[in-house]
């Protein structure tokens, strides 16, 4: 078992955009789906899913363009190193963020919408618009798993860590 979290996680979005496509959002609607304090924002729902134990603030940044195309190889390593640089080039230190998240337009070599490490500080976001995406990739940085049923590794759908949806986490995953 794994150290329990709470309190605040202090997290930088970086966007960033491919040197040959656009990322569509801007870092205040970034900001705002993460670090929101009304609404269905990921800080909302982990707030009210844990009780007020665990919320998320911080800033976004961005988009800087990185020296990768939408459609070259899937490197999401290369591209957190790359988007890391612009953002200290701009002014901004990851290393004091608890947390980081890239948020990028699509690659049309990945396979996912998100991505994170778990438990872990970095996760990858390729559809900057879904709330319920951002949510999902925090709960495996918090350590948290797929929310499955029976026949569907991502079958719950009553919460993010199933169907990556910006709904209140079910007690499951608590």
Not at 99 to 113: D, H
Not at 149 to 164: F, V
């Amino acid at each position: 078992a794994g150290a329990v979290v709470q309190g605040d996680q202090k997290t930088l979005s970086i966007l960033f955009n491919f040197n040959d496509k656009a990322i569509a959002c801007t870092a205040a609607d970034v900001a705002n789906r993460v670090f929101g304090t009304s609404g269905a924002t990921v800080n909302t729902l982990y707030q009210d899913s844990s009780r007020g134990l665990v919320g998320f603030s911080g800033t976004a940044v961005g988009p800087y363009t990185i020296s990768y195309t939408s459609t070259g190889s899937c490197d999401f390593n290369a591209w957190a190193t790359a988007a890391e640089a612009a953002a200290r080039a701009a002014g901004v230190d990851p290393a004091q963020y608890a947390r980081v998240n890239y948020v990028s337009p699509a690659n049309s070599t990945c396979g996912w919408s998100g991505l994170a490490a778990m438990p872990g500080r970095q996760s990858w976001i390729q559809a900057c618009g879904n709330t319920g995406v951002y949510a999902h990739e925090r709960g495996h940085n918090l350590a948290l798993h797929h929310a499955a049923t029976p026949s569907a590794e991502y079958g719950d759908a009553s919460e993010p860590m199933g169907a990556a949806k910006a709904v209140g986490h079910n007690g499951a995953n608590r």
